[in-house]
């Protein structure tokens, strides 16, 4: 249950960091360029993190397997 709320925990905090960017990065280059990094980061860690868990389940059936 600690490592599920930590991980939600840090989901939220790259999230924040993310919009904290993209509000940085629209006084710089203006509001279209710091849409579409921020959608692409938040996509990039959407997948990232989908696989991520991915291979940690198959690691664990793997180590429950044998």
Do not use: D, W
Request: glycine share 12%.
């Amino acid at each position: 249950m600690k490592s599920m709320m930590k991980g939600i925990a840090t989901g939220l905090l790259a999230v924040a960091v993310v919009i904290a960017g993209q509000m940085a990065l629209t006084g710089v280059a203006g509001f279209h360029t710091a849409e579409l990094v921020g959608g692409t980061v938040l996509t990039f860690l959407f997948f990232y993190l989908l696989f991520r868990s991915g291979r940690k389940r198959e690691e664990a059936k793997a180590e429950r397997n044998t």
